[in-house]
């Protein structure tokens, strides 16, 4: 076999003759023990400092284990302690992400509970008329325990006899403002007992982009945005009536478009129509190839309502006596009608006879059509009692920003308002943010909806347009 060339051109590297005849060596200098010594004091010092913020859980395992055996002699508790301090150090390796979260998040909230909520509970409480400055400390309120989650903290109190927790609710402003947080929600735990949720920072100030298409859409939960705490914001649209207000520029545009979003999957399996009214022609004409029927003026939009109606009407009478709750499918599709600026059909159109009868159609759809699976949501400016009269006939709301607070209690119900839904607070840079009541909560949960921009709505027509219904347009 040849030999490679690279091989042979190696040639093993000569070292310099030293000068003289005198070979360098790197001098050694030997560090002076003292200081090898205070290096290792040093070491072990900002080690035994350190330890108990690293391992707070190990080290009072560990001291409440010595305290038992040293003072009290209880060998039993003493080795409790001891298994439990290892099992903290077997948590400390085998999960170190869930470990620190925790133990960061115990140490916060040690600290906001001293620093914060302990220092300045009775002059906050006393400013904002919860407790007298001449009372006894054992009428005041008092703090049971904090805790905190990544984006808020939890303070549980502890109410003096004959004080009631709406005595907080009606001061969440008051409160957020005296413990620097955006907001105050009150939670009641039972009697004589609530928590404060004081947000650290807020949560929703950044928009959110459009939401990935689901695969397939629970018309019960439809992912519409988030939730203050990070969870999903779940629309139910099957099943109910969804109103959202705000004033011009709120975002309730958003609040459609990531609904329609969400139902998309649906849509293209047509089992999903949506019917789109859109009197003002700015929201909805952008995307009308989503939508089995569309119309854009008043006269038109009244027709596709009592369209909307007559179907709703057969499909109950074929279900009498037959079948009791709808379920969405090719033959009798979910149908949603998207209704921007209802006002303008029901208050504000200029033919008597089209509002009259735009609010006869909604009427009807809104008490009947639920359990045939027909279902409107609309989007109002102005919720005031003489501008929507069918208000009531909505079960789920949503309050985006508002122009006056009494306007909350119209939207949210009796009482939103005092448990923090403070929708007319909402500041403008926020489009898209809103308060909800959810199934799970009595006080109003704030929300952002995400924001499907116009270049979404196109891709969307483009992926889900008319090819995938059979839907004709009545305009
Ligand atoms: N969820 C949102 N997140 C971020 N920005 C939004 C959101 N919704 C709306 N916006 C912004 O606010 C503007 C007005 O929103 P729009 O939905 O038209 O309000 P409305 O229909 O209530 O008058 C939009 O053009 C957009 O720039
Ligand atoms: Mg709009």
């Keep these: 076999m040849p030999q490679s060339k690279v091989g042979s051109a190696q040639t093993s590297p000569t070292l310099p003759t030293p000068a003289h005849g005198v070979r360098w060596t790197t001098p050694i200098v030997e560090t002076p023990g003292i200081v090898v010594l205070g290096s290792w004091i040093w070491r072990l010092v900002r080690f035994l400092v ?136 009150v939670v009641v735990d039972g009697p004589r007992r609530i928590t404060l949720e004081f947000p650290r920072h807020d949560t929703l100030a950044e928009p959110l982009d459009a939401l990935d298409v689901p695969d397939t859409a629970d018309l019960t939960a439809l992912p519409v945005g988030r939730c203050e705490d990070g969870s999903p914001w779940l629309l139910r649209l099957h099943g109910t009536h969804v109103l959202a207000a705000g004033v011009t520029g709120s975002g309730k545009g958003s609040v459609i478009w990531s609904a329609v979003r969400a139902m998309l999957p649906a849509i293209a399996d047509r089992t999903v129509q949506v019917w789109a009214l859109d009197p003002k ?142 929708a007319h607070l909402i500041h403008p ?3 898209g943010v809103a308060y909800v009541r959810m199934e799970t909560s009595p006080a109003p949960v704030r929300v952002r909806a995400a924001y499907v921009s116009d270049d979404d709505i196109t891709a969307m027509t483009n992926a889900y347009g008319s090819a995938s219904f059979s839907g004709g347009e009545s305009s």
């Design 50 to 185: 350190t330890l108990p913020f690293r391992f707070p859980v190990t080290v009072a395992c560990l001291s409440a284990s010595a305290g038992a055996w040293w003072w009290f002699d209880w060998p039993g508790p003493a080795s409790l302690w001891g298994l439990a301090a290892v099992v903290s150090l077997v948590w400390w390796r085998a999960w170190p992400d869930t470990y620190r979260t925790w133990v960061t998040l115990r140490l916060l909230a040690w600290w906001r509970h001293v620093f914060v909520y302990r220092r300045h509970w009775q002059p906050v409480l006393v400013i904002s008329g919860l407790a007298e400055s001449y009372q006894e400390r054992r009428y005041l309120p008092r703090i049971r325990r904090v805790t905190c989650s990544e984006w808020a903290d939890y303070v549980r109190v502890t109410l003096v006899a004959g004080t009631a927790p709406a005595d907080f609710e009606t001061r969440v402003a008051e409160l957020a403002h005296g413990f620097q947080a955006p907001s105050c929600r």
């Design 281 to 422: 022609r700015m929201e909805l004409s952008y995307g009308r190839d989503l939508f089995a029927h569309y119309a854009d003026d008043g006269e038109s939009a009244v027709a596709l309502l009592e369209l909307a109606v007559a179907d709703m009407q057969n499909r109950a009478r074929r279900y009498a006596g037959k079948q009791r709750s709808h379920v969405p499918g090719r033959k009798d599709p979910f149908v949603l009608v998207v209704i921007d600026e209802v006002a303008f059909l029901t208050a504000y159109h200029p033919d008597r006879d089209v509002r009259r009868r735009a609010e006869n159609a909604i009427a009807t759809l809104t008490s009947q059509g639920r359990s045939v699976g027909f279902s409107v949501l609309a989007a109002l400016q102005d919720p005031r009692k003489e501008v929507m009269n069918l208000r009531n006939l909505f079960p789920d709301k949503v309050a985006l920003r508002l122009d006056e607070a009494s306007q909350v209690d119209m939207i949210l119900g009796e009482g939103a308002r005092d448990r923090g839904g403070n």
């Design 429 to 431: 840079t926020l489009p």
